[in-house]
Structures are given as C-alpha cells and as structure tokens.
C-alpha cells in the first residue's frame, strides 16, 4: 500500500475490508512514553474523527522501528479517487465537496474549509475516495 507525508498504509492482514496506519509524523522515545500518548493520539483522532465525511480512525497500538515508537491506526479500507484531470477535479469533485461542505455548515476560504475553529485542509483527490454509496469520504484531510 501507499503512503502520504504523515502515514504508511498497510492492508490489515487479519481483515481486507480495513488498513493499518503507522503515524509517521509523530513519535515517542520509549515504552514509557508510549504508554503517556494513547491520551494525546485519542485527542487528535477525536478532532480529525467529528470532521464531515472523515473515515473514522482508531488506535491500535504502538510499532518499534529503530530507536522510535510509532502510532498505528485502524481505518475502514476505500479505494482512493481515480487519477483525473484539474478540468474534472475542478469542475465535477471540487462542487461536489464544496456542497458538501456547505451543507453542514463549512464556508470556503482562500482553497480551506472553515466552520468556527475547525479547518480543512489538504483536500484533494489524493486524499479522499467513494464509499459503497457514492459518498465522497476523507481519510486523510
């Protein structure tokens, strides 16, 4: 599987239907440490996890590699959007995602989806996919 700037993406061997996340973008020194960020990582995923059409994501554990201990995270598998043009992306996804939005009460601003405190960010093709019922859905914005 893929990964962005943030995670590594693995097929979880034990279910298809799921992927493993390893959070690359954050690490702690020791075991002690790890056992102290489960609060901290659940904070995050609650955040990321109340964002409209957010893939919902779940801590799974900690991964040694090196001398770093890592995140992992379960997530429901979707097939990412297919490569498409700026023209499709522009004129099909992006109204599509913006209505979305607006319907639960997000306005766009400067390319960002903002609703209070919340912002949205990095949305695009590379970070979203459809679900079974046609739903456009992040997993990782």
Do not use: C
Not at 9 to 14: I, P, T
Not at 17 to 46: E, G, H, T, Y
Not at 121 to 130: A, Q, S, T, V
């Amino acid at each position: 599987m893929e990964g962005g700037n943030e995670q590594i993406v693995f097929q979880d061997m034990s279910n298809p239907n799921q992927v493993l996340k390893i959070q690359s973008d954050i690490s702690v020194n020791s075991p002690f440490d790890a056992r102290k960020k489960p609060s901290l990582m659940n904070i995050r995923l609650s955040s990321r996890n109340k964002v409209p059409y957010q893939l919902h994501s779940k801590l799974e554990g900690f991964i040694k590699v090196g001398n770093r201990y890592y995140p992992v995270l379960k997530q429901k598998k979707i097939t990412p959007m297919p490569k498409m043009s700026s023209t499709i992306i522009e004129s099909a996804i992006k109204p599509r995602i913006t209505n979305s939005l607006q319907e639960k009460g997000f306005t766009l601003k400067d390319g960002r989806y903002i609703r209070g405190n919340t912002i949205l960010e990095d949305i695009k093709p590379d970070n979203m996919g459809i679900d079974e019922s046609g739903t456009i859905r992040f997993f990782d914005v």
